[in-house]
Structures are given as structure tokens and as C-alpha cells.
T-cell receptor
Framework: DVKVTQSSRYLVKRTGEKVFLECVQD?????MFWYRQDPGLGLRLIYF???????EKGDIPEGYSVSREKKERFSLILESASTNQTSMYLC?????????????FGNGTRLTVT | DAKTTQPTSMDCAEGRAANLPCNHS???????VYWYRQIHSQGPQYIIH???NNETNEMASLIITEDRKSSTLILPHATLRDTAVYYC???????????FGTGTRLLVSP
């Protein structure tokens, strides 16, 4: 089974702090994604990556950056956390090449910025 | 991105089949229909997907109408653990982008 592991289930940070959310997948997937999920807004795509060192902006990239130095790891960075970034963050991965390969999600990191 | 329409909520008795409908009248010819579910406090779980033929796996069956404008996810024997929000999603173009709507909240009761 595909396993997508997010380093923390819960995180509390202060406004202005730099925050790193880590995600690791064990299936040698080419593609990795970061979403955030908020009540009433569903899941929104922040960034994705289709290869090591490659990244693409999703629908809401402002205030975030990402890093993909190794194939199995995709990090989401909040350079200066703000209260409106309090959310559930979900990482996902999928295999490349086939356009219909499903995304597999981690269990999420619930981030609270105070 | 093409959009889907699902009922906000549905109820199902344990042991009965749960039939979750989805309308996607603006689906493009190369778009797949995907179904995910999300149990409280967990990440979305992939269930099944299809293009135009009906599909079945160990979790569910997917019935897609001939005109592809709607589909139905069938859980043949619903259990209490199937209580979740179910999302019907059309696969976007480019790098496998998924656009999630608000889904159907399925409540399975004893």
C-alpha cells in the first residue's frame, strides 16, 4: 500500500514564525502535492511538484513556498506564519507517466497560528 | 475546471447498498471521474475512478451513464465505518490536478 507520511498531526506556531511541514512518500512517486482544507472551502491546491527540484504554483500559493530536494520528500514552508494560515494541510502523491493514476493522501497536519 | 454536483447529505442503513449520485454535465471527453472519501480527522482516501466504462474494485462500484453526464458510486453493503464525506471529482488537465467540491456526507446507521 502507498504510504504518505506527514511529520506532525498537530502544530501550534506563533505569528511571524517560519514553519516547515514535511511530507514523505514511500512509493517512488514522481508527483507530490500540498493542499489546505478549510470548512466551507473544501480542498485547495497550494503547490505541486512533478519531479525533484521542480515545482508549480497551485490555486493559492501566496504566503507559501515548497522544496523538493529528494524524490520522496516534499516540504511546505510558511516563511512568516499568519493567523489566516491556520488550517488542515494535506500532502498527496501520485505516480507520473499515467495521466489517470490516483492521488494518495497523508492524514494531514492541523496547523494553528496564534 | 469542470464541476460536479452532489447532494449535501444522505442516509443509509447498515448492510444496505449506498448509492451516491454525482452530476457532471460539463465533463470533457478526456476527463476521468474520481471518487474519494474522507473520514473525520483523516486525509482523503481514494476509492475508484473511471472514464466511460463501469468499474468495480474491492471497495465499490462506479456506474457512469452513457453520455457521461452523471455517475453513481455504489457501496454494496454499507457498514458504520463507511460514514464519511464522499467526493466526486473530475480530473483536471495538466499535472493531475484534482478539484474537490463539498461532497456528500453519508451517514450509515445501525
Amino acid at each position: 500500500d502507498v504510504k504518505v507520511t506527514q511529520s506532525s498531526r498537530y502544530l501550534v506556531k506563533r505569528t511571524g514564525e517560519k514553519v516547515f511541514l514535511e511530507c514523505v512518500q514511500d512509493m517512488d512517486h514522481e508527483n507530490m502535492f500540498w493542499y489546505r482544507q478549510d470548512p466551507g472551502l473544501g480542498l485547495r491546491l497550494i503547490y505541486f511538484s512533478y519531479d525533484v527540484k521542480m515545482k508549480e504554483k497551485g490555486d493559492i500559493p501566496e504566503g507559501y513556498s515548497v522544496s523538493r530536494e529528494k524524490k520522496e520528500r516534499f516540504s511546505l514552508i510558511l516563511e512568516s506564519a499568519s493567523t489566516n494560515q491556520t488550517s488542515m494541510y494535506l500532502c498527496a502523491s501520485s505516480s507520473g507517466g499515467q495521466n489517470n493514476s490516483p492521488l494518495h493522501f497523508g492524514n494531514g497536519t492541523r496547523l494553528t497560528v496564534t | 475546471d469542470a464541476k460536479t454536483t452532489q447532494p449535501t447529505s444522505m442516509d443509509c442503513a447498515e448492510g444496505r447498498a449506498a448509492n451516491l449520485p454525482c452530476n457532471h454535465s460539463t465533463i470533457s471527453g478526456n476527463e476521468y471521474v474520481y471518487w474519494y472519501r474522507q473520514i473525520h480527522s483523516q486525509g482523503p482516501q481514494y476509492i475508484i475512478h473511471g472514464l466511460k466504462n463501469n468499474e468495480t474494485n474491492e471497495m465499490a462500484s462506479l456506474i457512469i451513464t452513457e453520455d457521461r453526464k452523471s455517475s453513481t458510486l455504489i457501496l454494496p453493503h454499507a457498514t458504520l465505518r463507511d460514514t464519511a464525506v464522499y467526493y466526486c471529482i473530475l480530473r483536471g488537465t495538466g499535472f493531475q490536478k484534482l478539484v474537490f467540491g463539498t461532497g456528500t456526507r453519508l451517514l450509515v446507521s445501525p
